[in-house]
């Protein structure tokens, strides 16, 4: 009797709580052409239209036009560089950049009074572009424990609150400090020190769920767990590969790198499931040439690979590189490069006595044919780089097959030369940098020495929580405090309901944001919004307007300053409010001079210099035209693997078993174009040919017909990882160019599908690339599932 009322206790209090999901509804789904080129004049007109839309027409054209400029500010949407002389003067944006600048320049406002009118409950009754389409906040703003109405609070109290809620714990790792990737470096560097004398590493970072594979893989292979090239590079290359990487939705500035590699000679390989449009060809809107012949072709060789069968496409072109160099000894390989800066070279070989061209074909999806092509182009060629996103870092086994990238090149020599490398395309605009200042859940000890000496406390070793960890910590009760230094967290995390329902047991959830999002209405039992500057605000103190910095995908550090006047005089920036919590928190106990940071950028930047290696005279250099590159050993000096004297290893790995059942589909979540991370600016798909609607699957249509669904059918999603029954109701059937028994859908829609244990080896990230799913007819009885996996989700850990 007692587990009965448990149970109904349990089941009415969560039909009580907001929804943490978009509403199960569908809009009116239009089906258009597919384009076979990205940007040009839509894309203008998609980007002007926003600032139409944000009521901010004057305002962000006046920003446009500084933004990505020397003297002006840093996009706030991904982290592409820019040139490093000249830059356009029509402007260094792309369409998904001047989106988000839109959203900051809004003057759409989020009042105190707002909150008094709408609950957190008639809020996530809406879906995340109508939360995210109110504007800017204004005042920070308090939830207290059983209210439903977020009310006004004053700076000082919100530091006293969290400041109460921190020293209340029984230990400092009962506290997680979030970060997302548009953090300045000023900001980050703060963030970690207050986290680090707090007494705690754990950091989860935005990078735990986008890249953390890169570094993974990279790291005990060239050194370093970044990039490798720079913007000339793809000027001067003769081979770029492009795999498990969208350029014309994810980085749109990056078709304008490969146009003019493709100008000087450069031949493209595209690597995907879909044929996307920013793959195959590239529109500039600043070429009117461009505009009249309907662009550039980029691609050269689209090879349609399975989802997951990346592994067997790279075993395949080493497989054939090795039977073109016994051909032609000395003419494939440099076995120079190979014998000075390499380890491991023979058991590498060794292994492919056992693999074979026909089944490595049928594994990765690619026709032979497709194969031979890639691999000649390859063949007699020194300068290749090979470029990612998260179609390979998303992948259970995402480190592996990045490492494989890797084999490739120190094969060929390619590596730490003009035109040749590695380029991970990270996401947010600063998460490279975020990393960099040592927001890191497992910080290194040096890293840890350097802090320790220069500022005398003695700082925590113990590694901290990831993202996936924080997540079944909260969940335990582990973690009963969570400061977000931005993001959405609900909405960027796998798993919906068990991370919702973690999320619902914290003491206190602090969201430090530029705008409203679900993860101010999937809250603690007390919740802060703390209202911030965006990357083009003005940020006056003290009578002076300051400078941040970033780092971009290529090592690059350069200063950024906004431009606008802030929609309110009650915003704290970032650094500042690291600063006052740090000052209220802390108190008289810390050893750190947190009021001079408070008052100062420039002192902030000066002890970075002297805690982080290659940021000497960093306020000299960070205002020098187009900033600094940081050192980076591998491409500077091919100094790869400390530990093997400077080397390189040559891995070895598996192709893994990817099994389906006969009802099973493989499902990768991706992103729309009206889209960046969680923040939806639309609701359209236009390369993709969708309109007006975000609950599609993708399907082969040899999968529909054998599976007796049409085109345009409803159906409801299914995964059932760890023996749990997942389910995302309402979807509506695409046909598409896509291999059979695999499916594309969006995020985070589809969030709910990703088991938390569903994680990558060794980087921990949620393997959103590789979801085992069912498809059944839509069921008008679904919903009642959906309150079972809310009650299961509660009560049981996966």
Same mark, same amino acid.
Request: net charge negative; glycine share 8%.
């Given at each position: 009797?007692?587990? @009965?009322?448990? +149970?109904?206790?349990?089941?009415?209090?969560?039909?009580?709580?907001?929804?943490?999901?978009?509403?199960?509804?569908?809009?009116?789904? +239009?089906?258009?052409?597919?384009?076979?080129?990205?940007?040009?004049?839509?894309?203008?007109?998609?980007?002007?239209?926003?600032?139409?839309?944000?009521?901010?027409?004057?305002?962000?054209?006046?920003? &446009?036009?500084?933004?990505?400029?020397?003297?002006?500010?840093?996009?706030?949407?991904?982290?592409?560089?820019?040139?490093?002389?000249?830059?356009?003067?029509? !402007?260094?944006?792309?369409?998904?950049?001047?989106?988000?600048?839109?959203? %900051?320049?809004?003057? +759409?406002?989020?009042?105190?009074?707002?909150?008094?009118?709408?609950?957190?409950?008639?809020?996530?009754?809406?879906?995340?572009?109508?939360?995210?389409?109110?504007?800017?906040?204004?005042?920070?703003?308090?939830?207290?424990?059983?209210?439903?109405?977020?009310?006004?609070?004053?700076?000082?109290?919100?530091? /006293?609150?969290?400041?109460?809620?921190?020293?209340?714990?029984?230990?400092?790792?009962?506290?997680?400090?979030?970060?997302?990737?548009?953090?300045?470096?000023?900001?980050?560097?703060?963030?970690?020190?207050?986290?680090?004398?707090?007494?705690?590493?754990?950091?989860?970072?935005?990078?735990?769920?986008?890249? %953390?594979?890169?570094?993974?893989?990279?790291?005990?292979?060239?050194?370093?767990?970044?990039?490798?090239?720079?913007?000339?590079?793809?000027?001067?290359?003769?081979?770029?590969?492009?795999?498990?990487?969208?350029?014309?939705?994810?980085?749109?500035?990056?078709?304008?790198?490969?146009?003019?590699?493709?100008?000087?000679?450069?031949?493209?390989?595209?690597?995907?499931?879909?044929?996307?449009?920013?793959?195959?060809?590239?529109?500039?809107?600043?070429?009117?040439?461009?505009?009249?012949?309907?662009?550039?072709?980029?691609?050269?060789?689209?090879?349609?690979?399975?989802?997951?069968?990346?592994?067997?496409?790279?075993?395949?072109?080493? &497989?054939?590189?090795?039977?073109?160099?016994? /051909?032609?000894?000395?003419?494939?390989?440099?076995?120079? *490069?190979?014998?000075?800066?390499?380890?491991?070279?023979?058991?590498?070989?060794?292994?492919?006595?056992?693999?074979?061209?026909?089944?490595?074909?049928?594994?990765?999806?690619?026709?032979?044919?497709?194969?031979?092509?890639?691999?000649?182009?390859?063949?007699?060629?020194?300068?290749?780089?090979?470029?990612?996103?998260?179609?390979?870092?998303?992948?259970?086994?995402?480190?592996?097959?990045?490492?494989?990238?890797?084999?490739?090149?120190?094969?060929?020599?390619?590596?730490?030369?003009?035109?040749?490398?590695?380029?991970?395309?990270?996401?947010?605009?600063?998460?490279?940098?975020?990393?960099?200042?040592?927001?890191?859940?497992?910080?290194?000890? %040096?890293?840890?020495?350097?802090?320790?000496? *220069?500022?005398?406390?003695?700082?925590?070793?113990?590694?901290?929580?990831?993202?996936?960890?924080?997540?079944?910590?909260?969940?335990?009760?582990?973690?009963?405090?969570?400061?977000?230094?931005?993001?959405?967290? =609900?909405?960027?995390?796998?798993?919906?309901?068990?991370?919702?329902?973690?999320?619902?047991?914290?003491?206190?959830?602090?969201?430090?944001?530029?705008?409203?999002?679900?993860? @101010?209405?999937?809250?603690? +039992?007390?919740?802060?919004?703390?209202?911030?500057?965006?990357?083009?605000?003005?940020?006056?103190?003290?009578?002076?307007?300051?400078?941040?910095?970033?780092?971009?995908?290529?090592?690059?550090?350069?200063?950024?300053?906004?431009?606008?006047?802030?929609?309110?005089?009650?915003?704290?920036?970032?650094?500042?409010?690291?600063?006052?919590?740090?000052?209220?928190?802390?108190?008289?106990?810390?050893?750190?001079?947190?009021?001079?940071?408070?008052?100062?950028?420039?002192?902030?930047?000066?002890?970075?210099?002297?805690?982080?290696?290659? *940021?000497?005279?960093?306020?000299?250099?960070?205002?020098?035209? !187009?900033?600094?590159?940081?050192?980076?050993?591998?491409?500077? /000096?091919?100094?790869?693997?400390?530990?093997? !004297?400077?080397?390189?290893?040559?891995?070895?790995?598996?192709?893994?078993?990817?099994?389906?059942?006969?009802?099973?589909?493989?499902?990768?979540?991706?992103?729309? @174009? $009206?889209?960046?991370?969680?923040?939806?600016?639309?609701?359209?798909?236009?390369?993709?040919?969708?309109?007006?609607?975000?609950?599609?699957?993708?399907?082969?249509?040899?999968?529909?017909?054998?599976?007796?669904?049409?085109?345009? $059918?409803?159906?409801?999603?299914?995964?059932?990882?760890? !023996? =749990?029954?997942?389910?995302?109701?309402?979807?509506?059937?695409?046909?598409?160019?896509?291999?059979?028994?695999?499916?594309?859908?969006? *995020?985070?829609?589809?969030?709910?599908?990703?088991?938390?244990?569903?994680?990558?080896?060794?980087?921990?990230?949620?393997?959103?690339?590789?979801?085992?799913?069912?498809?059944?007819?839509?069921?008008?009885?679904?919903?009642?599932?959906? $309150?079972?996996? &809310?009650?299961?989700?509660?009560?049981?850990?996966?």
């Amino acid at each position: 009797m007692e587990d @009965h009322n448990k +149970k109904k206790e349990i089941e009415e209090s969560i039909r009580k709580e907001p929804d943490a999901e978009n509403p199960y509804t569908l809009l009116d789904l +239009k089906l258009t052409h597919v384009e076979k080129a990205a940007a040009g004049i839509p894309a203008v007109m998609a980007a002007f239209s926003d600032l139409f839309e944000e009521k901010a027409p004057v305002r962000g054209m006046r920003a &446009l036009f500084k933004m990505n400029q020397m003297g002006g500010f840093d996009c706030p949407s991904c982290a592409w560089p820019d040139p490093d002389d000249e830059r356009s003067v029509l !402007g260094e944006y792309c369409e998904n950049g001047a989106k988000a600048l839109a959203e %900051e320049a809004t003057t +759409k406002k989020v009042t105190p009074e707002f909150f008094k009118q709408n609950s957190v409950y008639d809020l996530a009754k809406l879906d995340d572009y109508q939360i995210g389409k109110m504007g800017r906040l204004t005042d920070p703003m308090y939830l207290p424990q059983g209210a439903i109405h977020y009310q006004p609070i004053t700076w000082e109290n919100a530091f /006293k609150k969290i400041a109460e809620h921190l020293n209340a714990l029984e230990s400092p790792d009962e506290a997680a400090f979030y970060t997302s990737g548009r953090t300045s470096n000023e900001a980050s560097f703060v963030y970690q020190l207050f986290a680090k004398e707090f007494g705690t590493n754990n950091m989860p970072d935005c990078s735990n769920m986008c890249h %953390e594979t890169s570094g993974s893989a990279l790291r005990p292979t060239i050194g370093i767990g970044k990039g490798t090239v720079t913007l000339e590079d793809f000027y001067e290359a003769e081979v770029i590969v492009i795999i498990g990487q969208n350029p014309g939705t994810n980085a749109p500035r990056m078709m304008s790198a490969l146009a003019k590699g493709k100008k000087n000679g450069a031949k493209i390989i595209a690597v995907n499931p879909l044929p996307e449009a920013g793959l195959m060809g590239f529109i500039n809107p600043q070429s009117v040439k461009d505009i009249l012949k309907g662009g550039v072709q980029l691609a050269d060789l689209y090879l349609p690979v399975k989802i997951n069968g990346d592994m067997a496409l790279l075993k395949a072109l080493e &497989l054939l590189l090795i039977e073109f160099e016994k /051909k032609n000894p000395g003419m494939v390989f440099d076995k120079d *490069f190979i014998n000075e800066k390499t380890v491991g070279y023979d058991d590498f070989i060794k292994q492919f006595d056992h693999y074979n061209l026909d089944e490595l074909a049928v594994l990765s999806g690619v026709s032979k044919e497709g194969l031979y092509q890639a691999a000649e182009a390859i063949a007699t060629k020194k300068r290749i780089i090979f470029s990612w996103g998260m179609g390979l870092t998303q992948q259970p086994n995402g480190v592996d097959m990045i490492r494989e990238i890797l084999n490739i090149l120190l094969l060929k020599g390619s590596i730490g030369k003009p035109g040749a490398g590695v380029c991970p395309v990270r996401g947010h605009s600063n998460v490279q940098g975020n990393r960099t200042m040592m927001i890191d859940e497992k910080p290194t000890d %040096e890293q840890l020495d350097r802090l320790e000496n *220069f500022y005398g406390f003695k700082v925590p070793r113990k590694h901290g929580y990831d993202v996936v960890r924080a997540i079944k910590a909260i969940h335990e009760e582990k973690v009963k405090v969570m400061f977000c230094m931005g993001g959405n967290f =609900i909405s960027a995390t796998p798993d919906t309901t068990f991370t919702a329902n973690a999320l619902r047991k914290l003491n206190l959830l602090v969201s430090v944001s530029t705008k409203l999002n679900r993860g @101010h209405l999937v809250h603690g +039992k007390e919740a802060l919004i703390l209202p911030t500057y965006g990357r083009s605000d003005k940020d006056i103190v003290n009578g002076e307007i300051q400078i941040v910095s970033t780092e971009n995908s290529m090592g690059v550090v350069q200063d950024s300053k906004g431009m606008l006047d802030p929609v309110s005089d009650n915003l704290v920036n970032e650094t500042q409010i690291v600063c006052r919590m740090a000052m209220a928190t802390l108190g008289e106990r810390s050893v750190v001079n947190w009021q001079r940071y408070h008052d100062s950028y420039d002192a902030v930047r000066d002890d970075i210099e002297q805690c982080i290696p290659g *940021f000497e005279d960093y306020n000299v250099r960070v205002r020098q035209k !187009g900033g600094f590159y940081l050192p980076n050993a591998a491409r500077d /000096k091919q100094y790869f693997s400390k530990e093997l !004297g400077g080397r390189a290893p040559f891995t070895l790995t598996e192709i893994p078993d990817n099994n389906l059942a006969p009802d099973e589909y493989m499902m990768a979540t991706t992103r729309t @174009h $009206d889209q960046f991370n969680t923040t939806i600016y639309g609701l359209d798909d236009r390369y993709r040919g969708i309109k007006n609607e975000r609950r599609v699957v993708f399907m082969n249509q040899n999968d529909i017909d054998k599976a007796g669904f049409k085109a345009g $059918d409803k159906v409801d999603l299914y995964n059932y990882d760890d !023996g =749990i029954e997942r389910v995302a109701p309402l979807f509506i059937i695409v046909s598409y160019q896509i291999p059979e028994k695999n499916t594309v859908t969006y *995020f985070p829609e589809t969030n709910v599908l990703v088991s938390v244990n569903n994680v990558v080896k060794e980087s921990n990230m949620p393997a959103s690339k590789y979801v085992k799913i069912k498809i059944k007819k839509h069921d008008p009885e679904v919903y009642k599932k959906v $309150d079972e996996m &809310l009650y299961k989700g509660a009560v049981q850990k996966p």
